[in-house]
């Protein structure tokens, strides 16, 4: 049952009996989605205004457990369709369609899942998504004359102004669970780690060290197939092979080890000694098939979940460390791995200068060695955090 508690103006008896006859229609429009929030409703001159909170819809229009699943994401999302007076016809015009009031927490909310709008103008149907980039507000995303190559709070599509009259149907789709381990994340890589809670990261390791001025959620590995690949070859740790990182600014050490610290433990070793084409360098050099300038060089910890991910090791918990059970490039999405140590970007610290730490893939050996070693087989696979 659907039931509208306001409306921009009073409804007519013929527009009363519209609304109740467009409920018989859910089902048979939009039968194969598993819709959030369906609403149907016709713009009464000066634009209207839906709002999820107003509408309740018994199982059957919400299509059983697929609405139960859409709508753990959030139930609050209004969607407005924003009009303007044509000052020649003095018509009014759709020239944006907005979902406003989106919870882009994610796990908990929508952050990372992707929303889809669909609508009826003069018959014929149209659609656009987005993907909610994660974030502590409930912020807006339009559907207008703009992409997101502008930003990613833009949909994939373009909106070609229309009558407001022409618009008939709404519907509102929040899908997904956010990335997977396997799938390709935003920077062309294979997301190989996946938190539950988030953890600090970025160059500061702070709460809002993603790309997204928020917590991060996932980590990617550089990509082997494809445009801009990565090649995994042997480097030095960096040019300075004898000293422990201690700068007199920040980033000042790169001795932490810890899931997040990776990014700011590269530019700490950036910052010692920029010499081409070592460990920490080449890795920040990077820029990946979408040309991002924030992948680096794993911390240890970040190392130890890589590990796991390439050999197909069930993640248990992020101090579990890698073993030498499975077989290196059968995790979900894992390629071009070999039977190497990898360097880590964590210095061994004080008192051992010329030593950094690693992990030997075959057997998930953790240790440290020789920063000057690059014939004995310590390659490097670059990260990043988002």
Known sequence: MLTFSRFPRKLSKQRLSLLGALKSNTIGLFSKKDFLIIAFFTLLGAGGVFAATLITITTPDSQGAAYTAATACDENVTVTALTASDAATGQLYVATIALSDVDQTPVTGCGYRNAEVALKINGQMTYASWTIIPSAT??????????????????????????????????????????????????????????????????????????????????????????????????????????????????????????????????????????????????????????????YLPSYDELNQMCKWVKGQAWTSDATVCNSSGTINTGSGAAGFGSYDYWSSSDRGTGYGDYARYQWFPSGFQGWTAKSMAGQNLYVRPIRAF
């Open 138 to 295: 409930h912020d807006a995303f339009s559907f207008t004359a703009a992409t997101f190559s502008i930003n990613n709070k833009y949909a994939n599509t373009l909106l070609t102004p229309f009558q407001a009259d022409g618009l008939t149907n709404v519907a509102v789709k929040m899908s997904g669970s956010g990335y997977q381990v396997g799938d390709i994340g935003p920077g062309g890589g294979r997301v190989f780690y996946a938190s539950t809670t988030g953890f600090n990261c970025g160059p500061s390791y702070t709460a809002t060290g993603s790309p997204y001025n928020f917590k991060c959620y996932y980590l990617e590995a550089a990509p082997t197939t494809g445009s801009n690949a990565w090649t995994d070859a042997a480097y030095q740790w960096s040019g300075n092979t004898t000293t422990v990182v201690s700068n007199a600014s920040a980033p000042e050490t790169a001795t932490a080890t810890a899931i997040g610290w990776g990014y700011r433990n590269t530019l700490a070793m950036v910052l010692q000694d920029a010499t081409a084409n070592k460990a920490g360098t080449i890795s920040r050099a990077y820029r990946g098939p979408n040309n991002l300038s924030d992948w």
